[in-house]
């Protein structure tokens, strides 16, 4: 199974900030990556796909980048609606398997 | 619109068994993978299982793997999933979620909002 590893576990910034994100693979997973936003009380989100596509309703703040075991997700100007958990999910192999989540909070 | 509704969650003793199902609308079910994903509470992500556009292909996560069993009807538009032999570490909120392509390991680009399923004597 292949362990995904995010970090920081808690980024605490201010609104306007830049957000880096990071998701590291046990092995590689090619480009198959995606990210996902979770807010309190509501369901994922996919916010962007195979590295670096963005999903349909999000704005071009959020981009993500990587290939094989590196993976990041930047936020350019942190809006207050940008404070959530994100998760990383990497399909290459089964099973799927999903990091532990980075929580961006308000500094 | 995309509409995904899940059901059949509740409080089970362990050992015991449940059937999920998310009533899917809005988009030809039978042209997308589907995917099950769990989240106990306070705790992340995982996921659990998915099936293939016609049902002939399934997939899970080690935890579940011979406990629990996917399924599709594409003629009622809904996804299931059969939980036996439940363990009180099953305890969840249980997304049903749609496939962004038709393979089953395609990301999911639409989620229910969960059936809480509890796990306890």
């Known amino acids: 199974e292949i362990v995904l590893t995010q970090s920081p576990a808690t980024l605490s910034l201010s609104p306007g900030e830049r957000a880096t994100l990071s998701c590291r693979a046990s092995q590689s997973v090619s480009s198959y990556l995606a990210w996902y936003q979770q807010k309190p009380g509501q369901a994922p989100r996919l916010l962007t796909y195979?590295?670096?596509n963005r999903a349909t309703g999000f704005p071009a703040r959020f981009s993500g980048s990587g290939s094989g075991t590196d993976f990041t997700l930047t936020i350019s100007s942190l809006e207050p609606e940008d404070f959530a958990v994100y998760y990383c999910q990497q399909r290459n192999n089964w099973p799927l398997t999903f990091g532990g989540g980075t929580k961006v909070e308000i500094k | 619109e995309v509409q995904l509704l899940e059901s059949g969650g509740g409080l089970v003793q362990p050992g015991g068994s449940l059937r999920l199902s998310c009533a899917a609308s809005?988009?030809?079910?039978?042209?997308?993978?589907m995917s099950w994903v769990r989240q106990a509470p306070g705790k992340g992500l995982e996921w659990v299982s998915a099936i293939s556009v016609d049902g002939h292909d399934t997939y899970y996560a080690d935890s579940v793997k011979g406990r629990f069993t996917i399924s599709r009807d594409n003629s009622r538009n809904t996804l299931y999933l059969q939980m036996n032999g439940l363990r009180a570490d099953d305890t969840a909120l249980y997304y049903c979620a749609k496939n962004r392509e038709s393979y089953p390991s395609g990301p999911n680009d639409y989620w229910g909002q969960g059936t809480l399923v509890t796990v306890s004597s």
């Open positions: 195979d590295a670096s």
């Open positions: 809005g988009f030809t079910f039978s042209s997308y993978g």
